[in-house]
Structures are given as C-alpha cells and as structure tokens.
DNA sequence: TATTAGAAGATTGTAGGACAATCTTACGTA
DNA sequence: TACGTAAGATTGTCCTACAATCTTCTAATA
C-alpha cells in the first residue's frame, strides 16, 4: 500500500518551510528578539537601542529595523518616533483587557475543537497533555512555558480557524512574560495542570457546554494572577494571602 | 517628587499626537500602500516590485521594505522568499474564516457596548449612522465604505477594550476589498442599512441578548455575500437569484 | 537657585553597491 | 521535434556610509 500521507512532519511546530534555507535572516533576528522579550531577558519598559541589538544580533541594522518593525505589529515593542524602541510594559487594566479578549478567542477555539473533534487535534493535545505531565515535578519554568504554550496553540489549532490560531499566538506572545514568572510558583502550577486536563476531556469529550465553564473559570483565575504579577512589577510578589484556591 | 500627573486631555479619541511632525516617513507609505491594496489598485494576488513600488511612492528602499513588513504582519500581503511581495488573495474558505472570527469580536465588542452605553461612544455612533443616512442616495461606494467603517470603529471602540478594537482593525483591513465591492450593489446596501441601524438602537438600549442575535444575523448575511464575491473572483457577480432577503 | 542656551549623543531617513538566488530564454543534442 | 542544460537577466537581500532631526545632559548666567 502507498500510504505516503504519513510523516512530512508538518505538525511539528508551527510555520515549516519547506528547507533550511527557505527562511529570512530578519525572521531569525524577530525570533531571537521574541524570545528574550518573552523571557524577560528584555525587561518590560527597557530601552532598546539598535546599536546594541546590531551587536548582539550580529545583523545590520536594516536587517535588525525590520525584525523591529514586525515586533512592534507583534505588540511586543513600541516606537516613539526619535526614543527608539522600548519593550511594551502591560498596565493591570491592560492586562483585564488582554485576558478578557483571550477568554473570547480561547473559548471560542476551545468549542470548536470540542465540536470538530478532528483525531488528528486530539491526539496531539493528549501529547502536549502527557508532555505536561512529564515535566509536573521537575520541569523548569522555561519548559513548563513551552509545553503550555503548545497545550493552547493545539487548541487554538483544533478550532480549525487560522486566523484564530494566529490572533491567538500574538496574544499568547503578549503575555507569555507574565506566564513565565507565575509558573515559578510550584504549587499554583498543580491547580492548571489540574485544570489544563479537565479541559480537555471536556473538548475529547465534545462537550462544549462544559468546555466554556472550565475555560472561563480557568481563565478568571490566571487572569487575576496574572493582573497581579503586574501590579508587583512583573515580580512574583509572594502575596500573604496564604493558598485560596480561588478558582474564581 | 515631582508628580503631575493631571489629565492632558489624552482621551479624546483613540492615539493623540502632539503636533504634525511626528509621523514616521514609513507610517505614510504604509498608509498609502494599505490604501492602495484596500480600494483594488492593486489586485489580490498581483506582483509588487520594489523598484515599482520605490518608483510609485517616492521614498528609498529601506523605507519601502520597512513599510512592507507593517502590512505583513497586517496580513495584507504575503512575502514569498525570492519572488516579491504579493498582494493577499483570500479563498471562500478563508473568507468563512474571517468572518467567523469577526463574528466572534465583533458581536462581543457590541455586547460591551450594550454594557458599557457610554454616553460619548453613543453619540459618537449616532453620528456615524447619520453619516451613513446622508449617503444613503448619492454616496460614492467609497465613501459608503469609509463611513460603515467608522460605524464598525466607533463599535469596537465602544467595547472598552483597545486590544479587541485594534484586533478588529486589522481584520476589517483585510475585508475591505470585499465590501468595497459589495458597496456597487445599492438594492443590498438598503437591507445594510436598517440592519445597521436597528444594531445601533439594540446597543443603545443596552440589549446585550438583541444586539447579539442581530450581530449574529447581520454578519450571517454579509458574510455569505462575501463569500460569494470572492468566489467571482473579487468581482461582482449579479447572481442570478433575484433579491432573497436572506436574513439569517 | 532657577532658567536658558549650547553641545553631545542617539535615532531616523536616505543612498548606493555588492552578493545570492531564481526565473527566463536560447542553444545543443538525442 | 522534444528535452535537457547553460548562460543571461531580473529580483531580492544585505551591508556600509552619511545627512538631518530630536532628545538630553551640562554648564553658564541672571
């Protein structure tokens, strides 16, 4: 039998081209930059200057401008017009706003996953599932970023709306810092793990009643999280507030 | 120390600059090009050169590509490694797509609104479904294309939320093209119409569950029209059922 | 001490050229 | 006649260098 439908591997990530040389330079240097805002290399507010990013790039500078150009409609920068670029820095209210559009856009994709049900969607958020799993107990909050960055990009995907999945990346960039420094509570971590596979039985399950009440709860509780790691400048801010579960 | 942070008048309407210099060189290409791709200057899927482009617009290269990366990311043109920028072409399929997603903003922008009713955000609305009435007869489809595109502006504005607004610009950039076309057909622009203002009078009433079952029928209507144009090849294609209302 | 003027620094916009990759076209051969 | 190959041309990408403008820091003076 021919079945060649198989490998290819298309599903790996997210953008694939085709070989190793079909992608731009500017898109390397976007990439870099993305991650170290992402991972607070860059820290929200600071000032960049092209000179330095030039140099740590490697890249000139119009190689390094358009990288900018495509993070600054990333929302990840803003340019004054003769301050040069300054990494974004949320407000709480910005925060309320961002969360709030998430909920619409993750439990809109999350339904319509529940609804398609495609197996080839599902099989692979049960990976992105067990991959969670694996790293419960000794994952570093890096990988722990990226195993649930892939969780809700499979969602996102299982809507089966692109345009969707890509509104949602962009926001997922937009607030991955913030994720990034919750996930270094440990025991705030157990509460989504918890929650992160209720959520999907809901979808396997195609309930999607159920599906939205799961995401809305789910999406209140880090949502007032993460409003406020912002308000204690992206630092976890150890609240005296011992452990309220608080899934509302 | 010195904290004056009294109020600079900076909520007018959305961003507010101080004077007229401080646009960048770039964000008027942009705007131009974006303009151009809009109205069907340049058609989906054509070849844009450079050269041309440098030619047409008057600036040098780099300003150029730095303007280019803007409606990227915008998704209004589509980059191809070594052959040029292309002017974004939609299929049916996507078109369901976008309109799916619109559905999902746009219809939550206006629940906001019916939530919210702030009283500058329903004047301001009032004034654009004036604008529309007055064109109601010898408006120019640009012109009508221009003023329901600040009907639907003052709409997400009206949600509260900057990142929601901004998320339906873009979108509503990428179908321009469509109900710029749309806009020659004057009997259907009738139906836009009462269909706008009866949206109008929902949210102004603050009827969440109304202006979301009209928001609902509304897109319904327009999104199968739109479809229908791109399935024509971005043309209008006078089908030949007659004048079925079509309401949902 | 407060205000203003000047200079230094940085960013932006622009120009030109070199290098690499791809597409087209023409020619030679089977 | 059809197909494969090679050369030319076009296009895209990247780099260096320079002019113009704005911000900001500093210093001098009222």
Redesign the pocket.
């Known amino acids: 039998m021919d079945e060649h439908e198989d490998q290819l591997d298309v599903m790996n990530d997210g953008s694939l081209l085709v070989a190793g040389?079909a992608v731009?330079?500017?898109s390397l240097v976007a990439d870099r930059l993305r991650l170290a805002i992402i991972t607070g290399r860059f820290r929200p507010g600071q000032?960049l200057?092209?000179?330095e990013l030039c140099e740590l790039t490697g890249?000139?500078?119009?190689?390094l401008?358009?990288a900018l150009r495509v993070l600054e409609a990333e929302g990840l920068i803003s340019?004054m017009?003769?301050?040069?670029?300054v990494v974004a820095a949320l407000t709480p209210d910005e925060v309320d706003h961002l969360y709030a559009l998430r909920l619409v856009l993750e439990s809109f994709a999350a339904r319509e996953f529940a609804r398609l049900r495609r197996p080839h969607d599902i099989a692979t958020l049960q990976a992105t599932m067990k991959r969670l799993d694996d790293l419960r107990e000794s994952g570093t909050p890096l990988e722990l970023l990226e195993a649930g960055s892939a969780y809700y990009r499979t969602v996102a995907s299982g809507s089966g709306n692109p345009y969707l999945a890509q509104s949602l990346q962009a926001l997922h960039n937009r607030i991955a810092l913030i994720r990034f420094i919750s996930l270094h509570e440990r025991d705030r971590n157990r509460l989504t793990f918890t929650a992160l596979r209720a959520m999907m039985e809901a979808i396997i399950a195609g309930d999607e009643a159920l599906t939205e009440r799961l995401w809305t709860e789910h999406l209140a509780a880090i949502g007032t999280r993460a409003r406020t790691i912002v308000e204690a400048g992206y630092r976890l801010a150890d609240a005296s507030g011992a452990s309220t579960p608080s899934a509302a």
Not at 81 to 85: F, V
Request: charged share 40%; hydrophobic share 10%.
């Open positions: 040389q731009s330079l500017r000032q200057r092209e000179r890249v000139s500078r119009p190689s401008r358009e340019t017009p003769h301050r040069g670029p």
